[in-house]
């Protein structure tokens, strides 16, 4: 069975601060991770992937997230954040045979100043 | 860049009324995808598909239709719609099911 958790609904950090977002997974198969971030009133869009190798990914912006299969977790990262990253930010998952992707329920992300 | 489109943006509609919802992707992309956002649930798969006539149940498929009647093309029916399935709507695409996914830009099904 694949799950994925995001034990954060709401995350408020002050802008240049960082910021850690926290993702836990259960998957049978081998995982393929990704970060899409929503920011308000629009679709989703796709921050990061991790399918293999080098635990730690860039995205964009300034994100990065790191794979731990010990930990099954793929927190996201960002060591300063601007107001502009307030937004919705989505951890999903799909086994390397899935068919379709598994999205965890959400973290609300508020910068303040 | 990949283009996901969703028609209406916006709708009502009463208890009991017939819905479909449109999407048409522009990707060349094998999979496509109906999602419902709800506050505290995410993102929730409500079917899938993976080729023109082919329709697969996701996990939150009761009280939905949907149809691909061709590659670009997926509809979604909400045949006896209930006040349970006032909701944000997203359709999206894929090449398979384990890349990225395109989003369209949403739908807000109100019924009262």
């Known amino acids: 069975a694949q799950s994925v958790t995001q034990p954060d609904a709401r995350v408020t950090v002050s802008e240049g601060a960082s910021l850690q977002l926290r993702c836990k997974y259960s998957?049978?198969?081998?995982?393929?991770l990704f970060w899409y971030v929503q920011y308000p009133r629009q679709g989703l869009q796709l921050l990061l992937k991790?399918?293999?190798?080098?635990?730690v990914v860039q995205g964009v912006n300034g994100f990065e997230a790191e794979f731990s299969k010990s930990n099954s977790s793929f927190h996201l990262r960002k060591a300063s954040v601007h107001w502009s990253d307030s937004a919705v930010y989505f951890c999903v998952l799909s086994a390397n045979s899935g068919t379709y992707q598994r999205f965890g329920t959400g973290t609300k992300l508020q910068v303040v100043p | 860049e990949a283009a996901v489109t969703q028609s209406p943006r916006n709708k009502v509609t009463v208890t009991g009324g017939n819905v479909t919802l449109s999407c048409r992707q522009t990707n060349s992309h094998n999979y496509m995808y109906w999602y419902r956002q709800d506050t505290g649930h995410g993102l929730r798969l409500i079917h899938y598909s993976y080729g023109a006539g082919n329709l697969q149940i996701g996990d939150v498929p009761d009280g939905y239709k949907a149809t691909r009647t061709t590659q670009e093309d997926f509809f979604l029916l909400l045949e006896l719609a209930s006040p349970s399935q006032t909701s944000l709507y997203f359709c999206?695409?894929?090449?398979?099911?384990?890349?990225?996914?395109?989003f369209g830009k949403g739908t807000r099904l109100t019924v009262v």
């Open positions: 991790y399918y293999s190798g080098d635990p």
């Open positions: 998957s049978s198969g081998t995982p393929y």
């Open positions: 999206a695409s894929s090449d398979r099911g384990n890349t990225e996914v395109f």
